[in-house]
């Protein structure tokens, strides 16, 4: 018999939730084989099978919060143990195996979540996906086709009270437990708001210069390096480039003091199925534009795969966030705690300018940057917003230094 335990967790993770198990009792494993996923507080970990067997015993079923180093389920090694472990088990336990067992599709994950906590089991659940699976959907359909009964002590576990609702519009509703990520960003959002001093400056920065520049290169670039030349580099460079001039930007406060960091690490925002996560670019003052392209397109990869660690996650020193990639024109990003400032992205749009006394047409966005006041002043603030934009519109500044 050997122990599945919860893997390291990474710094200041205490806990996890089991999300899905991948295998069930009696299941034959390979070593190394994903056994379940867990999921905490900023990343999800995948739990392998420490040894070629059956798996014997979930100790810990799906929706279950463990501690770092609680056992997770038990695995008998060698594959010899697998006809021991079906013949020990009462026949009556055997009987209801044989339905999921011939199913060709799992359910959703959020299916299974959804189950559990209404505690229905999927031979109670009409599954509408493809191959009879089981969707979110079909669960609220049957917790909400039994008598009303059943209905009534659900608002008891709710902390905020809602309006009643029609049954017409509650058969159509409805209820998933928030995920321990989304649970997180709540609360780091919120302490943002009630701690930091959070206050929002805007320009705009005519993207020309670095349009032009990157369909001169973008080609020999990629050829070069393996990478393609995206927008966000030169972003990250003006940012680092920014710093430098104030660096209380790059600053957070600790009690009464105030640490200046002597480096970057820049976090990247990357959304993800599962809600936002911030990668970190480490060094990134020191990185060239192709270094830092192939970073970001490595960490945003593994952030959507879910398969970043704690560690690509931590230290950050200040924020870009890109919300034109799904089309914002214009917005105020929150800060991300403990740093002193978050610089908001949006749409390349075209607009018309004046330039040298002509209007004319060019592709403009609209730079926001969130600060803390109470260690950034407007002036600061500013001057950072400015440094930016004058880096953007004329690239070859990052160059000169200047």
Request: net charge neutral; aromatic share 4%; glycine share 6%.
């Amino acid at each position: 018999m050997t122990d599945v335990m919860v893997p390291a967790l990474g710094e200041s993770v205490s806990e996890a939730t089991v999300s899905t198990w991948f295998k069930k009792p009696g299941d034959a494993v390979k070593q190394d084989e994903m056994l379940c996923e867990l999921e905490t507080d900023k990343v999800s970990v995948e739990v392998p099978s420490p040894v070629a067997g059956v798996l014997a015993e979930i100790l810990a079923p799906e929706g279950t919060t463990v501690a770092a180093n609680a056992r997770l389920a038990i695995v008998t090694e060698g594959a010899a143990a697998a006809a021991p472990a079906k013949t020990e088990a009462p026949a009556p336990k055997e009987e209801p195996k044989p339905a999921p067992a011939t199913k060709s599709v799992e359910d959703a994950p959020s299916a299974r979540k959804a189950m559990a906590e209404a505690g229905l089991s999927p031979d109670q659940v009409q599954g509408t996906g493809r191959d009879g699976r089981i969707m979110k959907e079909d669960v609220a359909r049957a917790v909400a086709a039994p008598a009303p009964a059943a209905s009534a002590p659900a608002p008891a576990p709710v902390a905020i009270p809602r309006a009643p609702v029609p049954a017409d519009d509650a058969a159509r509703e409805e209820r998933v437990r928030m995920t321990r990520l989304r649970q997180t960003i709540a609360r780091r959002l919120k302490d943002a708001q009630n701690t930091a001093a959070m206050l929002t400056t805007y320009n705009e920065v005519d993207m020309s210069g670095i349009m032009e520049l990157r369909n001169t290169y973008k080609d020999a670039f990629e050829k070069k390096h393996g990478v393609k030349l995206g927008f966000m580099s030169f972003f990250v460079k003006a940012c680092c480039h920014a710093l430098k001039e104030v660096p209380e930007v790059n600053a957070e406060i600790d009690g009464q003091d105030i640490v200046y960091k002597n480096y970057v690490h820049m976090g990247v925002a990357v959304g993800t199925p599962s809600g936002l996560v911030v990668p970190v670019v480490r060094d990134a003052d020191q990185m060239s534009f192709a270094a830092i392209e192939k970073k970001i397109a490595e960490l945003g990869v593994r952030a959507r795969d879910g398969k970043l660690s704690m560690a690509e996650m931590q230290g950050g020193s200040f924020t870009i966030s890109n919300g034109g990639v799904y089309g914002s024109l214009m917005s105020s990003p929150i800060l991300n705690p403990p740093q002193s400032g978050i610089l908001g992205m949006h749409k390349i749009q075209d607009r018309p300018v004046v330039v040298n006394g002509q209007i004319v047409i060019r592709p403009m966005m609209y730079l926001a940057l969130s600060y803390d006041h109470r260690i950034v002043d407007g002036k600061g603030a500013v001057t950072f917003l400015v440094r930016v934009k004058e880096a953007l519109e004329d690239p070859r500044r990052l160059l000169m230094d200047l």
